[in-house]
């Protein structure tokens, strides 16, 4: 079952970690002119945002809590209006909730939710092994390699941050070795979707991926069996997705009234 069909080239621009909060530019000049009072105030904004985000992938926000925006803007020694434009931009990122007249609260999905998601990354993500696996160029597995070691570096470091964001980066990585921008962008939104699902009920376990089972993924890809390849990226995403909803599935539980107060 060799593969017949030329490998697009590699694209040598920059990896865009587009789901991942950038560090806030601060403005190094006095700020004399005008105009940049705008930009120190885009600074704050960035800086809220890339807290916020922070906050949510280390699981510290818990499903359902409620982010008040004058409690955000003395928290953070700024305004309600820039607080304001942080959280509405959360919203449409998918990160935060926002209900009309009642405010931004963090998520709180359903069981389904969660499984809608990983059905989805199961779906799109067996798609992609099957078109990369025996196809990728020697500077594509050097790059899929140099990932998963500073993914292992991280994990063993125990820095959290850099551990959750290189997970879903390795994702995000094969994904943009097909070569299209469009299915980056969609399979980015359900990685940002299913790294905040899992902080809001798994944070004990700190990263989605063991990186033991990228290496192995990218061990598999270079060979031509297309279906144990598919099999691996399946059982590695069923394996995150069951920790989740076991988690999400406690914390749907409602206590049972007469367990707690009935004579046994
Ligand atoms: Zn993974």
Redesign the pocket.
């Known amino acids: 079952m060799a593969p017949s069909r030329p490998f697009p080239p590699v694209r040598q621009s920059a990896f865009p970690y587009a789901h991942v909060a950038r560090p806030s530019h601060e403005c190094r000049a006095p700020c004399k002119e005008a105009g940049l009072d705008a930009l120190a105030e885009a600074g704050v904004e960035e800086r809220v945002h890339a807290a916020i985000c922070a906050a949510l992938l280390a699981g510290k926000l818990r499903p359902g809590m409620p982010l008040r925006e004058r409690n955000l803007a003395e928290a953070f020694g700024c305004t309600r209006g820039a607080v304001r434009k942080v959280l509405a931009r959360l919203g449409a990122e998918g990160k935060l909730d926002l209900e009309p007249n009642r405010g931004a609260f963090v998520p709180r999905p359903s069981v389904e939710d969660i499984r809608q998601v990983y059905s989805a990354r199961r779906a799109v993500e067996a798609g992609i092994v099957a078109t990369l696996c025996g196809r990728l160029s020697d500077e594509q597995v050097a790059r899929l390699t140099q990932h998963v070691e500073a993914e292992e570096a991280a994990f063993h470091g125990q820095q959290r941050e850099a551990s959750v964001r290189l997970?879903g980066g390795?994702?995000a990585l094969l994904t943009d070795m097909v070569g299209s921008a469009d299915l980056l962008a969609f399979v980015q939104r359900l990685i940002a979707k299913t790294e905040l699902y899992k902080a809001l009920y798994d944070p004990a376990e700190f990263i989605?991926?063991a990186p033991t089972?990228?290496r192995e993924l990218v061990a598999a890809l270079q060979t031509d069996r297309i279906q144990a390849t598919i099999d691996m990226i399946t059982a590695?995403l069923d394996d995150i997705e069951r920790r989740v909803v076991e988690q999400a599935m406690r914390a749907e539980e409602v206590p049972d009234v007469k367990a707690i107060f009935g004579q046994g």
């Open positions: 997970a390795f994702h989605e991926c089972e990228h590695h």
